[in-house]
C-alpha cells in the first residue's frame, strides 16, 4: 500500500425527507484497498457508494477520490470508476454479447479489448454458452453476473460494487474474487459492499456501517481484536438446542451457527487470563449450559461474529 | 438428454409433500429442466442446491403451478399439479426470488390483498394476521408502507404474505439473498418455528451454511438432478473435513468436467 490519496470522505451526508441516510460520514480508503463496506440492511450503505460514484449529490460533505472533489469534479471523477448498482441495470432484450459490447463501447473500452475481455470474462464465470441469450431470459444470479462482467469490462481506478454476488453461486463467487485478486494486483482500489462474511474476511481493510454513520473502520484483523471476549467452538448433537440454551445468558455475548457446530462469543477474554492446570479453560457459567457430551475449545474471532457483536452494539 | 425408466404413479406415497418424475420444461430448443425426479416426505427443511441458471427457480414455477412441464409428472401433497393446479394452489406458499409486495401499500393492506386472493373469513384473516405480525416482529407497524421497510423487515413480510393462508408446504426461492447474516439468522429461526408446525419446507439458497441446517439437499447442475443426501452425508462423500462449500465445488466440478452441461 503507497501514501497516495485513495478516498478521503468528510462529513458526507444526505437525506430524503426526514430520513438521514448517511449521516456525516468520515472515512479513508487507502489507494490499492479492497476495502469491504458491511452494515444491517438500511445502514445507508447504498446511499453513499451513489454519491461516491457522482450519481447523487451530497447535501453537505464531500469526497476526495484520487485528490479530485466528488462534489465539485464529477465529471473528472466519473471515467475513472466503475459503478455496479444492485439493480438489474442491463438491456433486457440485449443478448448478454451485446449488452457487454454496448456497455463497453459507451465506456469507451478500445474494440480489440472488448473482443478479448468478454470472452474472457463470459468464460470465467461459465456464463459463455448463454453469450447470445436475452438477458431478460436469465436466471437471477446470471443477471447479476452479467452486470458484475459488464462492470469488470473496462479497467477503472477506482470499482465500487453495491453487493455484487447477491444471488450468485459459491463457485462463481470464488472466481469473481479470484478476478478482483487480480485488479487489487494491479494496484486498483475497490470498494464492495456485501453481506457475506466470509467476502469481508477477504477484504483488505472494512468498514461497518449503522444509521447513516461509520462506526468502526480498519483491517478484519484490527476489528477482530476489538471485540471484547473469546470466541468459542461448541461440537454437541443438537446444536440448535444448545443455541437456545445459551441464548441471552449472562456472560455471553453472542452465539451463532456455523455449520454443525455453534460459536459462542464469551464476554471474557479467556487468552489473558493463565488457563487453570489440567482443566480447560472454559467457564463454568458457559461449561453447565452445555450438555455432558459438548466439545468446546477456544477458536480464532470470525467476521460473524465482529458483524452480529457490532450490530448489537448499533441498537443499543 | 437421457431417458430413464422412471417408477410410475404406483409406487406413489400419497402423504408425501412432494412426489415428482422425470420433469422436463423446454424453452424453444433449450432444456431448462431436463428429467427431475424428487422425493420430500412430510414436515422436512429440503434444501435444493445448485449452480445459477440450473433449473432450481423453473423446477419451483412447474412445482407452484406457474408454468406447465414439458414432460414428466409432480403431486405435490398428493394432488397433480399438472391437472389441478388450482388445488394445489391453494395449500402451499410461495416465496418467489423478488419479494412479491406491493410497495405503496401498508403492512396491513398486504396481507389484506393475500388473504382475500386466498378467499380468508374475517375471523381467519384476524388471527392470521395477529400470528403473522407476531412472528415477523411486525407489530406496531401495520400502518407502514412496504417501501419504507429495510430489506430484513420486507423479506418477514414477505413470508407472511406467502403463509397467510396455512400452507401446509412452502416454498422458498432464495428467500435470504441479500440480507445482513443477523437477519439471515433470524429468518432461519422463523423457519424452523414453521418446520416445528409440521409445515414442510422447500429452499434454495447459495449460502452453504444454511444449506447445513436443512434435513436433506439434493443438488441439481444442466437441469439434471445429480446427487442428494442429508448434509452429513454429502460432506461424508467428499472425505473427511469437508464442508458443504467444499461438497458444491466439487460436485460442479465433476459435472463440468463429465460434460453435464445441456
Ligand atoms: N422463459 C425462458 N426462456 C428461455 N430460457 C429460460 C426462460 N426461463 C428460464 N430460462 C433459462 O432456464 C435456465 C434455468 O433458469 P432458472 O431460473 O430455473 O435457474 P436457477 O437455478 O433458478 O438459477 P439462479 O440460481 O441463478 O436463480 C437458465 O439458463 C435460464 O436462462
Ligand atoms: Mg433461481
Redo the contacts with the bound molecule.
Sequence with gaps: MTDDPGLAIRGLTKSFGEIEAVAGVELDVPRGAVFGLLGPDGAGKSTLIRMLATVLVPDAGDAEIFGLSAAHSPDRLTPRIGYMSQRFSMYPDLSVAENLEFFARIRGVPKPRRRERAPELLESMGMAP?AK??A??????????LMLASTLMHDPDLLLLDEPTT???PVSRREFWRILADIHAEGRTVLVATPYMDEAERCTHVGFMDAGRITHSGTPQELKDAIPGTLLEVIAPDPRAVLAALRDQPGISGAHLLGNTVRVLVARRLADEAPPPGSAVIPDTVRDLLPANAEIRPVEMDMESVFSHLAEEAAA | MDVHDHPTTAERDPGAALFVRGLV?T??S?T??AGIDVDVPRGQVFGFL????????????MLTGSIAPTAGEAFVLGEDVIRHPERVRARIGYMS?KFSLFEDLTVAENLRFYAQIHGLGRDEFAERRAWILHMAGLQGREDELARNLSVGWRQRLSLGTATIHSPELIFL??PTSGVDPVARRQFWELLYELAEQGITLFV?T?YMDEATHCNRLAF?YG?KLIAQGTPTELRDSFGPGATLEDVFVGLEEQSRLRGDD?
Design positions: 448463454f441469450r436475452q431478460r431470459l436469465l436466471s437471477g444470479g446470471m443477471k447479476q453476473k444471488g450468485v453461486d | 420444461k424453452f424453444g433449450f431448462a429442466v445448485g449452480p445459477n441458471g440450473s433449473g432450481k427457480t423453473t423446477t419451483i414455477r426470488q426461492d432464495e434454495t447459495h441439481v437441469g445441456r
